[in-house]
């Protein structure tokens, strides 16, 4: 039973086709609904359910903007500058503190680019977790490197990765309830 410790309306995040600047199968609403779901799960391990909540934001931005398929540095600067301002309120709207809207952005910003040395404490932890739970949905690739994987939980969930892929690829998802529904089944 998947309980939603987080106090996330997850209803209030409904992902729709015109919020993509590009349509994709690969970085779809499917990739952003798995990437969303990854963050809650990896982010049991934490302990930390604000951070989790933060960084649940940023997976939902995460991939909005992208131009194309290809390896791409910009995407997630262009998210935090485009789709960031349009779910601002959203955020707020769910206990997301005014003065942490910052770290949404710089782990937005971030998870399109190489690792690096992060900005401490919340920014880390958000950043990290987002980039894992991003990287666990590399299965749908064939190409995860578990070494790339930043918490040392995080290569625990490769096979339900895999599973969950399998299960959600072909789905036309509706809202994340069902998202859960359906990693819960697995």
């Not at 900005?119 to 880390?124: A, D, E, P, T």
């Amino acid at each position: 039973m998947f309980k939603n410790t987080y106090n996330i309306p997850f209803e209030k995040f409904i992902i729709k086709d015109e919020y993509f600047q590009h349509f994709s199968a690969i970085h779809g609403k499917n990739h952003v609904y798995r990437v969303m779901f990854h963050v809650l799960n990896l982010g049991h391990n934490l302990n930390d359910d604000y951070v989790t909540k933060l960084a649940f934001c940023a997976a939902f931005i995460h991939d909005f903007e992208r131009l194309h398929d290809d390896y791409c540095l910009e995407h997630g600067q262009w998210a935090s500058e485009y789709s960031f301002p349009k779910f601002k309120n959203l955020f707020l709207s769910i206990g997301v503190n005014v003065e942490d809207l910052d770290v949404i952005v710089y782990a937005t910003k971030m998870h399109s680019l190489p690792d690096q040395e992060y900005l401490s404490g919340i920014y880390k932890k958000v950043t990290m977790l987002l980039k894992d739970a991003d990287g666990l949905d590399r299965v749908r690739l064939g190409d995860l490197d578990v070494s790339y994987l930043r918490l040392p939980f995080s290569a625990n969930y490769v096979h339900f990765a895999q599973d969950f892929f399998r299960a959600i690829e072909r789905v036309d998802i509706e809202n994340f309830n069902e998202v859960i529904e359906i990693a819960v089944s697995l």
